[in-house]
């Protein structure tokens, strides 16, 4: 049994404090996740619409969620009108769906834009190609109610550590540039999310400003 409150305060001993923790939280039981908020934590990940939505329907209402996963435009109405962050804007399609649902509430949704960085298939995410060709086009000046923040990044599943180091400095040239090309006049774009369980440190020497860590908080996956 992992000893949450124990674990969160160690954790945050090895995070700097400029850098952001999100408990990653799917699976897990609401009883855990209680345990971490009592302990003083805040900010929780969830990757499913449907659990996220049930969590945030039977836990504090000062609980601050992000949703980290792939983010189906099917599903982008359910979390619209509470959701912190999404960190997992893969495509442009999906941002206009965001904008839409945010359009309808009047709400304004702090997004990020995830980026293909690893060299698995499997993982979604932007060609740094085809987020130039989108920021440049007429449809992007349009989206009123997403705010951009930043970027997001998943390594490639490794334990090759030079690799990792790598594709996360890859990550932070990509935000460095777009920052200096389209987003200098906007302090809301600041934030690197890279880094889980097994790669935090390294992202943090690379630049991240958000990691996203489960299991060294809640123990392994249910």
């Not at 980026?115 to 989108?134: C, L, N, Q, V, Y």
Request: charged share 25%; glycine share 6%; hydrophobic share 40%.
């Amino acid at each position: 049994m992992a000893d949450i409150t124990s674990n969160i305060i160690h954790l945050k001993q090895q995070i700097p404090p400029s850098v952001k923790l999100v408990a990653v939280s799917k699976t897990k039981t609401e009883s855990d996740i209680l345990e971490a908020y009592n302990s003083g934590h805040k900010i929780f990940g969830e990757n499913r619409v449907r659990e996220l939505v049930q969590k945030k329907e039977n836990l504090p209402s000062d609980i601050e969620w992000h949703m980290i996963g792939h983010l189906q435009g099917n599903k982008v109405k359910q979390i619209v009108p509470f959701i912190s962050m999404i960190h997992s804007a893969d495509s442009f399609r999906l941002l206009k769906t965001i904008n839409h649902e945010g359009s309808l509430i009047n709400r304004v949704v702090d997004t990020l834009l995830q980026i293909h960085i690893a060299e698995e298939e499997t993982k979604f995410g932007f060609s740094i190609d085809e987020i130039h060709e989108m920021i440049s086009s007429e449809d992007f000046s349009k989206l009123y109610f997403v705010r951009i923040c930043g970027v997001m990044g998943m390594a490639t599943f490794t334990d090759d550590s030079d690799r990792i180091r790598n594709e996360f400095r890859y990550l932070a040239q990509c935000f460095s540039n777009l920052k200096r090309d389209y987003f200098a006049d906007k302090p809301e774009f600041r934030e690197i999310s890279m880094g889980m369980s097994g790669d935090f440190q390294i992202a943090i020497g690379e630049g991240s400003t958000i990691v996203r860590i489960g299991s060294l908080i809640f123990g392994e996956r249910n």
